[in-house]
């Protein structure tokens, strides 16, 4: 039931930084989920990028993006933000936000948004 929006996304050079943020709607208590973050590139299969357990601030990232993207909580704000540095043009991709519960498989996220759209530029 959770409702998620994604936000942040844009058009930027090969090097810059962006900071993308999934935020909740409603009162759903996020501290019995797992947010992820994902992203897509059309005609291609989702890539899984990183996850954060609310309850405890666990957070678990794809060797892919390991040292470039962070994942983080702000409980005021219900949102949860990817910190994304160092882009290149292989990161081009609409990036989304999901949510499981804890315990459930990768394939089990949930209440997709709408995504945001990230290009960079060589």
């Known amino acids: 039931q959770a409702q998620l929006k994604e936000s942040g996304g844009g058009l930027v050079q090969a090097g810059a930084s962006l900071r993308l943020s999934c935020t909740a709607s409603g009162r759903t208590l996020l501290s019995y989920y797992v947010v992820g973050w994902f992203r897509q590139v059309p005609g291609k299969e989702r890539e899984f990028l990183a996850a954060i357990d609310w309850s405890v601030g666990l957070t678990y990232y794809e060797d892919s993006v390991k040292g470039r993207f962070t994942i983080s909580r702000h409980s005021a704000e219900r949102t949860v933000t990817l910190q994304m540095n160092d882009l290149r043009p292989e990161d081009t991709a609409i990036y989304y936000c999901?949510?499981?519960?804890?315990?459930?498989?990768?394939?089990?996220?949930?209440?997709w948004g709408q995504g945001t759209q990230v290009t960079v530029s060589s």
């Open positions: 999901a949510v499981k519960g804890r315990g459930q498989t990768r394939d089990e996220y949930r209440s």
